[in-house]
């Protein structure tokens, strides 16, 4: 069965300090990946997404990242994170045959002013 | 337009007594998501509809009940609530499988 890892569960940083959180999918095949953030108190939005062609995609408010298909990897990236950067973060990955999407367990993002 | 909403926003239960959580799209999307939200363990899918007049189970269905009401439109029931059904619950959109969903703003339901 297809899976996603995320490996950071919490994560705490100060201000203007990069940011990488890691994210592993189990499928082989051709995959579409989305990374999601959930501000306090809110509901999901996109934050980016990875359909194909260039490895690197950017997203909103300076995020990024980065698909290596060798280490079924799609992990997330910020070079300087600011206080309102402070949200969960979701991967998912579509699951393939079905209408169904997996989504990882999410990391809590704190930053310190 | 209005993207994904959801009713009610807050709800509280007593054990055995039954609600309907509604959602609806306006993005004439095809298929329609129903998510809970426990601390820890992430999104799980409850139910999912692909297309109109087609819902399947996902992962944690037990208790619940769902309707495509139309393709705008798709309810998702408690008919006996429990303690272990207080979370918070998403309905998402997308267009097609492989597409990033759309969520709305959740319900927050805590069952006495």
């Known amino acids: 069965a297809q899976s996603v890892s995320q490996h950071n569960h919490h994560v705490i940083l100060s201000e203007a300090a990069s940011l990488e959180l890691g994210c592993n999918y189990s499928?082989?095949?051709?995959?579409?990946l989305f990374w999601y953030v959930q501000y306090p108190g809110q509901h999901l939005q996109l934050l980016l997404k990875?359909?194909?062609?260039?490895?690197l995609v950017k997203g909103i408010k300076g995020f990024e990242a980065e698909f290596i298909k060798s280490k079924f990897s799609f992990n997330l990236r910020k070079p300087s994170v600011q206080w309102s950067d402070t949200a969960e973060y979701f991967c998912?990955?579509?699951?393939?045959?079905?209408?169904?999407?997996?989504f990882g367990t999410g990391t809590r993002l704190k930053v310190l002013a | 337009n209005a993207g994904v909403t959801q009713t009610p926003k807050f709800q509280v239960l007593k054990t055995g007594q039954s609600m309907t959580l509604q959602c609806a799209q306006d993005?004439?999307?095809?298929?329609m998501y129903w998510y809970r939200q426990d601390p820890g363990m992430g999104l799980r899918l409850i139910y999912y509809?692909?297309?109109?007049?087609?819902?399947d189970k996902g992962e944690v269905p037990n208790g619940y009940n769902v309707s495509r009401l139309n393709k705008r439109e798709f309810s998702l029931r408690l008919e006996s609530a429990a303690p272990s059904q207080t979370s918070v619950y998403f309905c998402?959109?997308?267009?097609?499988?492989?597409?990033?969903?759309?969520f709305g703003p959740g319900t927050r339901l805590t069952v006495l």
């Open positions: 998402a959109s997308t267009v097609s499988y492989y597409n990033e969903q759309f």
């Open positions: 499928y082989g095949g051709t995959v579409n």
């Open positions: 990875y359909f194909s062609g260039d490895p």
């Open positions: 998912a990955v579509p699951t393939s045959g079905t209408y169904k999407y997996i």
């Open positions: 993005m004439n999307h095809n298929s």
């Open positions: 509809s692909a297309s109109e007049g087609t819902t």
